[in-house]
Each structure stands twice: as structure tokens, then as C-alpha cells.
């Protein structure tokens, strides 16, 4: 399909620069920014003059399923929560139960313009089932826990290894498979290796949780001498493509040793406040060359998938933190959200900016409204004004995916009500 987004407010994420363009895609590429060529014959033609159009959101760090949990267990402090409300309803899921939570939160993501997303869960065969019917993007990981060769282990970690075989590039390539040790909390040292040991045939990317909480690094510091961090880097998990959600409670070697390795930080700011965990040293992990990226984390934490709120939070809470307010300006935070997460996932080269040649995953903002009035810098709208609400347009891999604010691909309030069924029968379960 050939679609002609015509006189646009045009945000590439190349420069820090708005300017008025069109945009031509042929069938899942960004053919031509500019000029219109004689010879394009548009299927589709989009009026873009009231929009700002630009990369879609990657939503770098996330448990999609988790949509189920939403405010199921608030107020609570980490480990309560984590311990004794969540992972005891996980143990009572089913696959069904996250498919359809899976797609509900995909729902949310497409409608507030996210057009990838980084899912670390179980039951992922069903996650890639709602991947591709919904038509979004996704790198997915199976949840890894347990220790050293047990049984359950090594069967987990098999379980990766043939989503990897079933799923990689499916869905006309909109799926890539990693690998996803839970934590550091949650696998042994040996087990780390051994996943270490095992992805050295495959080079697959690493999904994993460090430094979230105080008591995480503390708990880590009297067992094995080593922060967190250290400990895994010790294992030769950081030789692969390493993205490292949260990162809060870390000290100059940490950040030496991220920076040495090219680890993404995955930056987490909603989910870190709700569960007052604390806040990334975005700035000095940034001045220390690591890549920082934005996720939303699950919605059981957070409680919502809006990455226009955790570009807001990534932009304000630094400055606050560091009483500069010239800290992570509103193109850094939108760099976070687009440039950076592609870097993170692997896919730089495909999504991230709009260029020629690059996927067409774009999103059209509706700025037609008050809150973008005056218009004295549109790229500070983005970030301290816009809403997900905004997102009128979403196109994935070439395809219209959301048309003036309607999911195109999947029934929003069959999901809707589907979902919430499926997220009763789970508390049910374990009541």
C-alpha cells in the first residue's frame, strides 16, 4: 500500500527541528521525505497540516499481560507487593488470561501511540498471538528464574530457545525473540551462567531487572560482596546486547561498568515513584556515554501504558533531582522515548527516526487543541504538554493501524470486556 502523508509538521527525531514535509510510504518503508515524485500513486492520502507527525513510541521496558494486575494491589511497598500480591496471582495464570491481557494493553499502547514495545513475561506464545493480529511491533522475552541446572530451570530456559525457533522475525518480521533473566534476586549466579553459556550459539539480546529497590542491592552487597550489577557482570551476561531495566540504586562503578559494556538503562519513572523505589541517575548515566531509555514498566505498577507521561516524568523528575533545570530537555526525554529504545531493542536501523529507508512506524498528533496553544515550540508541547489522548494516527510497518483514533486491526471493546472477565476469574482463583 502507497500512503501519502501530505503537509506535515514533521518531528524525524534526526534533528531537533520541526519542519513542513511530506511523507511518502511504499508497502512497509518510508520512501521519500519532501517532494512528492511524478510517478507515486498514493492509495491513501493523509492531510497532515494539523498534526505533528513523528516516530512512533518504543515502550523499552514493560509485562504487558499485567494489565490483568491494574489496581489490584496500590499503595503498598515493594516487596509486600511484589511477594505477597503479585507473584502468587501469576502462579494461578493461564495462557488465555494472557492473551487477553495482552492485547488490552496493546489496545493502550497503539491508541496512545506506541508503535514497539519490550515484553518480559510467561505464557509468550500467546503474547506473540496478540503481537500479530494487533499489528505492533515487539521484542519478546520468556521470564527467567530459578538456579544453577535444576529441571525447572533449564526448562525455562528451553522454553526461550524455542520461542526464539517459532516466533523470531514472524509476523512479517514485527517480532524479535531475547532472552529475559528475571533478576538478579531471581537466578543464581550459575543459572546466570548458564544462560550466559547457552546464548553463545544464538547472540540473542538480554532482558533483565538491576538495582530496582535498596533492598535488592543491600540483600546483594551481604551475600555476595558485589552490587548487583558487579555480580552480572561477572557471569558474561553483559557480552550480548544488555538492556537493564531501572538501574536506581547504583554507584560510579556501576555506571563504569554500564558505560564500559554498553548497557541500555531502561528508565522506569512512574512505576519507580508508585512503588517509591526512588529515581535513575538519568543525567550521569547520560554525561557517562550509556544509552537511556523509557519504559513504562507493567501496569500493575505503574498503572497505565502512556509514554507521553513517562516523557514528562523523564524530563521533570532530573530536574527536580538535580535542581538544574536544564537537566534532560525536551528533546533528550523524546530521544528517550524513540532513538534511544530503538537502540536499546536492536533496531536502530530500522525504527526511531523517520528516514528514507527506515520502517514506517509513525505517529500523527492531533495539536488542533488548546493545550498546544501558543505554538511558540512544538517540541516542548511534546513533552510538557501533549497527552496520549493526542495520538490520532498510527501506522506500523507501512500498515494503518489506528485511523483518526480508532484501532483498525483489533475489537477494542471485545478486548476491553474479554479482559476484564479473564481478570476476575484470576483473583477468583486464588481466593
Do not use: Q
Amino acid at each position: 500500500m502507497n500512503i501519502l502523508i501530505r503537509n506535515t509538521k514533521l518531528l524525524t527525531m534526526k534533528k531537533e527541528e520541526i519542519i513542513i514535509s511530506n511523507i511518502g510510504i511504499v508497502e512497509d518503508e518510508i520512501a521519500f521525505i519532501g517532494n512528492v515524485p511524478d510517478e507515486f500513486i498514493p492509495d491513501e492520502i493523509i492531510d497532515g497540516e494539523n498534526f505533528i507527525t513523528m516516530p512512533g513510541l518504543i515502550n523499552a521496558h514493560t509485562h504487558i499481560a499485567m494489565s490483568l494486575m491494574r489496581n489490584y494491589a496500590d499503595d503498598l511497598p515493594f516487596w509486600p507487593w511484589l511477594t505477597e500480591k503479585i507473584w502468587p496471582l501469576e502462579e494461578k495464570l493461564e495462557g488465555e488470561d494472557v492473551y487477553w491481557g495482552s492485547l488490552l494493553s496493546i489496545v493502550e499502547m497503539i491508541k496512545s501511540g506506541i508503535t514497539c514495545f519490550n515484553d518480559m513475561y510467561f505464557f509468550m506464545d500467546d503474547v506473540a498471538k496478540a503481537v500479530e493480529i494487533s499489528g505492533i511491533r515487539a521484542n519478546l522475552s520468556r521470564g527467567l528464574t530459578g538456579e544453577g541446572r535444576s529441571d525447572e530451570a533449564i526448562a525455562k530456559l528451553d522454553e526461550s530457545f524455542k520461542l526464539y525457533k517459532d516466533w523470531n522475525n514472524k509476523a512479517d518480521g514485527l517480532i524479535k525473540v531475547e532472552l529475559g533473566p528475571h533478576a538478579p534476586y531471581t537466578c543464581d549466579n550459575e543459572y546466570l551462567k548458564e544462560i550466559s553459556k547457552r546464548n553463545e550459539e544464538y547472540d540473542l539480546g538480554i532482558h533483565i531487572h538491576l538495582s530496582e529497590s535498596p533492598k535488592e542491592v543491600e540483600d546483594s552487597y551481604k551475600e555476595y560482596g558485589m552490587s548487583p550489577i558487579e555480580k552480572v557482570e561477572k557471569t558474561g551476561l553483559f557480552k550480548y546486547r544488555t538492556m537493564a531495566a531501572h538501574c536506581v540504586h547504583i554507584s560510579d562503578n556501576d555506571i563504569k561498568i554500564l558505560s564500559e559494556n554498553n548497557v541500555t538503562v531502561l528508565n522506569n519513572p512512574g512505576s519507580n515513584m508508585k512503588l517509591a523505589n526512588g529515581f535513575a541517575k538519568v543525567k550521569k548515566l547520560i554525561d557517562n556515554g550509556v544509552n537511556v531509555a523509557l519504559g513504562t514498566d507493567g501496569s500493575s505498577s505503574n498503572n497505565n501504558l502512556n509514554m507521553f507521561e513517562e516523557i514528562n516524568y523523564a524530563a521533570l523528575i532530573n530536574k527536580a533531582l538535580s535542581n538544574e533545570p536544564t537537566d534532560i530537555p525536551a528533546f533528550e526525554a523524546l530521544k528517550m522515548a524513540t532513538i534511544n529504545g530503538a537502540k536499546a531493542l536492536g533496531r536502530e536501523k530500522e525504527i526511531g527516526t523517520i528516514e528514507v529507508g527506515k520502517k514506517a512506524d509513525i505517529i500523527m498528533i492531533d495539536i488542533e487543541k488548546p493545550h498546544f496553544y501558543p505554538r511558540y515550540n512544538l517540541i516542548s508541547s511534546l513533552v510538557y504538554s501533549a497527552s496520549a489522548a493526542d495520538v490520532c494516527n498510527v501506522i506500523i510497518n507501512g500498515k494503518i493501524i489506528m485511523k483518526n483514533y480508532i484501532v483498525e486491526t483489533i475489537n477494542e471493546r471485545e478486548i476491553m470486556h474479554k479482559a476484564n472477565e479473564k481478570a476476575m476469574e484470576l483473583v477468583d482463583r486464588i481466593n
